[in-house]
């Protein structure tokens, strides 16, 4: 197995734990509709839908922007779910509103959680657009 193929497994099953035991599709889904990019032309943040309906998603997508446009992207990601936990090693769980002062604090955890999401839209999107693609999915 490829290093990155067993990153995306590894994500895979922890997302599952994280997530109560939703499945990659059901995950996919629940990505659509949160925020996944920044129109610096319009000064509006867009959703992951509409990253892939205007087809902008290569240019403005949460993975290319600067850092401090995806923290406010990870801060509103957080906010816009209902319930919001992650466990981080040697650390615990996070919730939501610890989650959001991480982020503005830029502490360690802040930015591992930044990273974590921008990996979360980098695959929410390439599974999205395969799925597409192979024309299981509409939008």
């Known amino acids: 197995m490829e290093p990155e193929e067993k990153s995306k497994k590894e994500l895979n099953d922890l997302l599952t734990k994280i997530e109560g035991r939703r499945s990659p599709q059901e995950r996919i889904e629940a990505q659509l509709d949160l925020i996944a990019g920044f129109d610096e032309i319009n000064q509006k943040m867009l959703t992951l839908k509409q990253l892939i309906l ?25 906010k816009s779910q209902e319930k919001f936990e992650i466990y981080i090693v040697d650390v615990g ?27 979360t839209v980098k695959l929410a999107l390439e599974n999205i657009k395969k799925q597409i693609d192979e024309g299981t999915v509409q939008l």
Do not use: C, V
């Open 54 to 78: 205007e087809k902008k998603d290569e240019e403005i997508a949460f993975p290319t922007l600067n850092i401090e446009t995806q923290a406010e992207i990870t801060k509103e990601r957080i």
């Open 93 to 119: 769980i996070i919730d939501k509103d610890r989650a959001i002062k991480e982020i503005d604090d830029r502490s360690e955890i802040g930015m591992e959680i930044i990273e974590i999401e921008k990996i």
